[in-house]
Each structure stands twice: as C-alpha cells, then as structure tokens.
C-alpha cells in the first residue's frame, strides 16, 4: 500500500492541517458553540485518517503509531475519570461536580467567554482525545489486521 | 416543514436500496445517503450539534465500511422462501406494527415538546438555570457535560471497551504465542 496519485497527496498536504485545526477548534470551543469533544475528536480523527488514505498505511502509523494510540486513548480515558472523582474529592461532596465553576468561576462576569464553564472544556478536551484516538485505533486495526494468511501458508 | 417530509421520503428510498440492491458498494453508498439526509434533518429541526457528529461520523463509517468491503465477494443466498418461516415473520411483523400504532397515538403531537405539557420535566431546568449553574453558553454541553455526565462516562466506557475487543479480536498473533517465538 504506497498511497493514492500525485494529485492526492498534494491536496492532502494542504489539507490536512486545515482538518486538524478545525478539530482542535470543535473541541476548544464546545461549551460555547455547537460540537464538542466528540464531533471534535472524530474530526481529528478523520484528519489521520486521510493521511492513512493518501500515503499510505506506513505513513500514517509513523505520525502516530499504535502505541502513542492506545496510549492517548487510556489517557483520554483516565482525564475524564479523574476530573469526575475530583468533583467528588475536592469538596463537592459528589461525583462529577463542577468544582471550577463553582469555586472560581461564579458569576455573571465569565459567561459566553473562553474559559468558563468549569470543567466542562476539561471534559471537552479529554474526550475529543478519547475519541480520536480510539477511532484512529480502529481504522488501523481494521486495514493493517487483514485475514490471516500465514496460518493457511502454515497448514 | 414540507423540507423534512421530503428529506424522510429520501432516507426511506435510500434504505429499501440499500436492502435490495446486490452489489455490496452500491449498498454502502446508499447507507451513506441515508446517513447524510438524517443529518439535514437534524439541521432542519435546528440541532447542530447532533448534525456536526451526525454527519463526521457518517463520513467516518463510509470510508471504514468502504474499505472494509471493497474486497470482499458477496454470497447471495438463492432458492425458495420456507412457508412456515414466511407466516411467522408476518404474525410478528403484525404484532409489533399494532403496538407500534397503540404507542404511536399516545404521543403528544409533532413539534410539541414534553416540557410545553409538563412544568415540573427536568430540561425545564436545564434551560432555565443551565447558563447560570454551569456557566456554558451551549446548552447541549452543559447537559451532557455537568447534568448527565454519568451518561457520557457511560458512553466513553463502551467505546473503549469495544476498541478493546476490535483490537484483541482482530491482531495476527496472540501475545502467548509471540512470547513463545522469543
């Protein structure tokens, strides 16, 4: 597998890092405008994803291979989990309080701007992570862990 | 609403294509299609953000499913229909289309929501004191974020479990024996 034509991968070059802001930008912004950490994650996803598309399968796990994968899907995992049991240890008393918005960000002054909300752009972040790299995850592991042929050739 | 009537019109073609055709792309494209007119929809009925997962989503399954099928041969099934398995499907069919209609006219009417009908329902609240409690402008997040959190960590706990499976299920070599070829 060497990747598609010479026009694709031009095209692609350019676009992949538009894909990826935009996801990064879904995530960032998802307690204030439509999207969020799951939309935002798949669109990361998807910006691996082309380039597994266009150059090839080598290509794409070079950027970000299967351990780095696995690795920021546990991560993304772990955040949210963690940021769940803060609410509960850090005085709210139970699970996934929103201990920064009430503790530090009370009040009108903070709405409609970048970091209010809390927890919820952590959550956001965390997903969006979750997201792309589980989903990254599965489309490698569904073209790279073809049938197996060795073990007929064994046979 | 005539714009939603044609697009579930759409949507239905596409799926009774995708059922009947025999080549396995032409029935994927189709599942795309039915996917992509759910999403306008979605848009139409003014939900954003399930449009945008809507519709990166079904991006997402198409390029998955289409590599997944590209090279794989169809088997199609040929010969008569059982008489007796034929009579049961249809009671069956029958049964569920029956308490699908009783279910159907109990429902309040299209486009009155449960809180028009209900004070006291819970996303009274939410959008009431949603802004206010949780500081989110986007009232979609700050409910599934801070109000149903538990469904989200839910819904984060099934897709790992499942990128577990598919990657257990689907490598070439067990770990046992990659220790034993060392």
Same mark, same amino acid.
């Given at each position: 597998m060497h990747g598609m034509t010479v026009i694709v991968?031009?095209?692609?070059?350019?676009?992949?890092?538009?894909i990826f802001l935009f996801g990064i930008y879904i995530v960032i912004f998802g307690h204030l405008t439509p999207g969020g950490g799951f939309a935002g994650g798949v669109i990361l996803a998807a910006s691996y994803i082309l380039l597994m598309l266009a150059f090839g399968r080598e290509f794409a796990?070079?950027?970000?291979?299967?351990?780095?994968?696995?690795?920021?899907?546990?991560?993304?995992?772990?955040?949210?989990?963690?940021?769940?049991?803060?609410?509960?240890?850090?005085?709210?008393?139970?699970?996934?309080?929103?201990f920064i918005q009430h503790r530090y960000l009370a009040?009108?002054?903070?709405?409609?701007?970048?970091?209010?909300?809390?927890?919820?752009?952590?959550?956001?972040i965390a997903i969006g992570l979750k997201v792309m790299a589980s989903l990254f995850l599965v489309t490698l592991v569904l073209s790279t862990f073809r049938p197996d042929r060795s073990a007929k050739e064994k046979e | 609403m005539a714009e939603i009537y044609i697009l579930l019109l759409f949507v239905i073609?596409?799926?009774? $294509?995708? /059922? #009947?055709?025999?080549? =396995?792309?032409?029935?994927?494209?189709?599942?795309?299609?039915?996917?992509f007119g759910g999403s306008l929809i979605f848009l139409f009925l003014r939900a954003p953000d399930i449009?945008?997962?809507? $519709?990166? /989503? #079904?991006?997402?399954? =198409?390029i998955i499913l289409i590599r997944a099928t590209i090279s794989r041969d169809v088997t199609l099934i040929s010969g008569d229909r059982e008489f007796f398995g034929m009579v049961v499907s249809i009671v069956i069919l029958l049964v569920i289309a029956t308490a699908g209609v009783r279910v159907l006219e109990t429902l309040p009417a299209f486009g009155t929501?449960?809180?028009?009908?209900?004070?006291?329902?819970?996303?009274?609240?939410?959008?009431?004191?949603?802004?206010?409690?949780?500081?989110?402008?986007?009232?979609?997040?700050?409910?599934?974020?801070?109000?149903?959190?538990?469904?989200?960590?839910?819904?984060?706990?099934?897709?790992?479990t499942s990128i577990i499976g598919a990657t257990v299920i689907l490598r070439k070599k067990s770990r046992k024996l990659l220790e034993e070829l060392e």
């Open positions: 991968k031009t095209i692609s070059s350019w676009v992949k890092l538009l796990e070079e950027n970000l291979s299967l351990g780095w994968a696995s690795k920021l899907d546990c991560a993304g995992a772990l955040l949210f989990a963690a940021i769940a049991l803060c609410g509960l240890f850090y005085g709210g008393g139970y699970f996934f309080w929103n009040g009108p002054g903070h709405a409609l701007k970048l970091v209010s909300a809390g927890t919820i752009p952590l959550a956001n | 073609i596409a799926a009774i $294509i995708a /059922v #009947e055709t025999r080549k =396995l792309l032409s029935a994927v494209i189709c599942i795309g299609a039915v996917g449009a945008i997962t809507q $519709i990166v /989503v #079904e991006v997402l399954g =198409l929501p449960i809180i028009a009908r209900l004070p006291d329902a819970a996303s009274n609240t939410y959008i009431k004191e949603g802004l206010a409690r949780t500081g989110a402008a986007n009232i979609v997040s700050s409910v599934i974020l801070d109000f149903r959190a538990y469904d989200t960590l839910g819904e984060t706990t099934v897709l790992f």
